[in-house]
């Protein structure tokens, strides 16, 4: 057993963790573990192939699924959000933009507000759980939450917001918000175990979420909307996580220019000794990008160094150059030569071409100085038989004498 296994295992069995570590480092997987029981009830383990959900972390899902909109030109960041949800939601000012919801800086009113002390076993949504289940469902629970600042004074964490993300995008493309995440997100991203399910009906791989109340461990089904939207409630898997980090930054989901934008940060964050960029949290002080969640029975957190894996790239690359022996050389001179022979074959061809265009140019000129001559010399036979015509006919009519 490796020292970080055997350390990962202490901390489990000291803390209790039910889930999966996985460590990946520089393309390798370093530690892949599961630990505890999917389901309680039927005594089914985690296995690192169990899909969880991930609450929050599915804001950077969402970014991203707006963010696409911005660069195919559906939407800008300066795009307000009231130009696409009209009359809904009528107390989100004017003047907030998708870059103040992205960056949690829009000063809107949150359905949510995680600023309100609250147990994590209390139940907080406003309307039955089985009536969130599509986007446009939530305008129940967004509506009627007064404003709490100017957009763009300050960072306040705002669930609402990324909510209200969902409806823009969803609006501005006219594709359902879950289908939308999965077209621009997590298709191209090759997260083939990632998906909006229903806590009602989750399949065989997904784990439920657990909550101690009384000494008694209960499902989460209650506490959470039966089916997530831009806020948080996708389930995915480590393996999907890995490959969602990769995608990422290879640009495969946008293009590395928006990316750059997704990960500038946006605002300090004291409180969690991080910072903010849109839809992904910061380190205080590195490149380390962060996606984490905590809800009701689910917590998740996800770190990524970009630095480690642009070393790898390097890496491989001197790797490659160095391996570049002798016959890959001499495979590389052999195209070389037989390039330049096709090239000097081609240049005979044209020549042949022109000497063969030249030659049928003078040949052309020939016959056609021949036919002037033949056209000359019949011109001057007719004028000469024209001549004799009228020599003849002066011979055979004398005049009369006077």
């Not at 000291?14 to 530690?31: A, K």
């Not at 960041?77 to 829009?106: K, M, N, Q, Y």
């Not at 831009?230 to 996580?241: L, N």
């Not at 240049?347 to 140019?361: F, I, K, L, N, V």
Request: with cysteine; proline share 4%.
């Amino acid at each position: 057993m490796q020292p970080m296994e055997g350390a990962v295992d202490s901390m489990a069995d000291r803390t209790g963790f039910s889930g999966v570590v996985r460590v990946d480092r520089s393309g390798s997987i370093e530690l892949a573990k599961a630990y505890g029981l999917a389901d309680r009830g039927h005594e089914i383990s985690n296995t690192i192939d169990t899909q969880f959900a991930i609450a929050s972390g599915t804001k950077g899902l969402t970014a991203l699924a707006v963010v696409s909109l911005i660069e195919d030109g559906s939407l800008d960041l300066t795009t307000t959000a009231r130009s696409v949800l009209g009359g809904d939601l009528p107390l989100i000012g004017d003047d907030v933009t998708i870059e103040h919801l992205l960056s949690h800086r829009s000063g809107i009113g949150d359905y949510l507000d995680e600023d309100t002390h609250h147990e994590v076993t209390d139940y907080l949504m406003p309307v039955p759980v089985h009536e969130l289940a599509t986007t446009e469902q939530y305008l129940a629970v967004l509506c009627g939450h007064d404003t709490a600042f100017p957009p763009g004074e300050r960072f306040a964490y705002c669930n609402g917001g990324y909510v209200v993300l969902a409806l823009i995008a969803e609006r501005a493309s006219g594709v359902p918000f879950h289908e939308l995440v999965r077209r621009r997100v997590t298709e191209p991203a090759e997260m083939h175990d990632t998906e909006f399910l229903r806590s009602d009906e989750l399949p065989g791989r997904a784990a439920l979420g657990y909550l101690d109340v009384n000494g008694a461990a209960r499902t989460n089904v209650f506490h959470l909307p039966v089916r997530g939207s831009g806020d948080g409630g996708i389930y995915t898997t480590v393996a999907d996580v890995s490959s969602f980090w990769r995608a990422l930054f290879a640009g495969r989901i946008v293009s590395g220019a928006l990316v750059a934008e997704l990960v500038r940060a946006r605002s300090d964050v004291p409180r969690q000794s991080m910072r903010y960029g849109l839809g992904f949290w910061l380190h205080e002080s590195t490149d380390v990008v962060i996606l984490a969640g905590s809800d009701a029975g689910v917590s998740f957190r996800s770190e990524h160094d970009p630095a480690v894996a642009e070393k790898k790239m390097r890496d491989a690359f001197d790797n490659m150059k160095a391996e570049l022996g002798k016959e890959q050389q001499e495979k590389l001179n052999a195209k070389q030569e037989q390039e330049r022979q096709k090239l000097e074959q081609e240049q005979e061809q044209d020549h042949q071409r022109m000497a063969r265009q030249t030659a049928d140019e003078a040949r052309n000129q020939q016959l056609e100085q021949q036919h002037q001559r033949q056209t000359q010399e019949l011109e001057q036979r007719h004028v000469q038989q024209q001549q004799q015509l009228q020599e003849r006919q002066q011979r055979g009519n004398p005049k009369p004498p006077k």
